[in-house]
């Protein structure tokens, strides 16, 4: 047991003079860290930590106190990547930019080129313009399925509106989502979607479905065994109460959220099953202008090669 606990260092909690007992860093790393947890005292002892009186009554709510547990914890709000707003034809313009459409109207040139010559005036644009038609269908369908995202930003902002309930000074009351600060007592019921990382208190037959966090389609049943419980996360069944230990950028969340910020690219879940259907037309159209432009130099060849072997005949 005493070599297993020189393996595990406990990051320092105390912050020296100040009023919390335990830093942000140590209580963002909590979930699902048992031997973190039990370090710390479990829920009695992180209780006393961050300073929170009785879990019936929760932390006092004043100003100063929810001021001091900002300074310290952090808020309750995520970091957003800056989205400019653009019009219609500058999405129009970026989805030209492709090399596959623009090998596309290379081809066209050719093929009307070529067709022009090969077919006469009457017929040998038809193979061309065929396949700009199915360029213009694929930059129009893109820069409108990128239009129509625009919205969904402000669809996003409209989520930290949501008003959850919290015990503070012994009284429940509603407050927004971006308002809950750590050492808040979260009240969980039926449909709700956790707001913040924390740990479970008690409940009746409380029942959270992780799969919005994980993606895969797993329950949890919180316990005193398992008592953490991640930000995004969804009740799906009963209610119960949790201690708020980490907001924002300091949950599983957040964590989340700043990897893809690293990458430059966040996609919200609405947009994905539309994007996942503009993605297949626009494969299907541009696998069909391929199809027509392959066609097209097949049978300028063939007739070139019928060309040559009459003139050699001759």
């Excluded at 991640?230 to 209610?239: A, C, H, I, N, P």
């Excluded at 049978?299 to 072997?309: K, M, Y």
Aim: charged share 20%; glycine share 10%; net charge positive.
């Amino acid at each position: 047991m005493a070599q297993d606990r020189k393996k595990f260092k406990v990051p320092v909690p105390v912050k020296q003079g100040g009023r919390f007992k335990i830093t942000a860093d140590v209580l963002k790393s909590l979930p699902g860290n048992y031997d973190l947890y039990k370090e710390c005292g479990c829920l009695e002892g992180i209780i006393n930590k961050i300073d929170v009186c009785e879990l019936e009554s929760g932390i006092s709510g004043s100003e100063r106190d929810i001021k001091e547990r900002t300074v310290t914890f952090g808020v309750n709000k995520y970091d957003e990547i800056p989205v400019p707003v653009c019009g219609f034809w500058v999405f129009v313009w970026e989805a030209l930019r492709n090399l596959t459409l623009d090998g596309l109207v290379i081809c066209a040139v050719l093929s009307l080129a070529v067709g022009i010559p090969t077919e006469g005036i009457v017929t040998g644009w038809y193979d061309g313009v065929g396949i700009i038609v199915s360029i213009l269908i694929v930059v129009l369908l893109s820069a409108y399925s990128d239009y129509r995202q625009c919205p969904l930003q402000e669809l996003d902002k409209e989520k930290n509106e949501v008003k959850v309930s919290v015990i503070r000074g012994g009284v429940r009351m509603a407050i927004y989502k971006h308002e809950v600060v750590v050492g808040d007592i979260l009240v969980l019921s039926t449909g709700d979607q956790v707001a913040a990382d924390g740990i479970y208190i008690h409940g009746t037959s409380l029942t959270i479905d992780q799969s919005s966090l994980t993606g895969k389609s797993k329950e949890l049943y919180p316990s005193a065994a398992k008592p953490f419980i991640l930000s995004g996360t969804v009740v799906q069944y009963g209610e119960g109460r949790m201690l708020v230990t980490a907001v924002g950028m300091n949950t599983k969340l957040g964590n989340v959220m700043a990897e893809l910020s690293k990458a430059g690219h966040r996609e919200t879940p609405l947009p994905v099953p539309r994007n996942v259907g503009a993605t297949a037309v626009r494969k299907i159209v541009l696998q069909f202008a391929l199809i027509g432009f392959l066609v097209l130099i097949i049978r300028f060849l063939i007739i070139r090669l019928f060309l040559i072997i009459r003139f050699l005949c001759l």
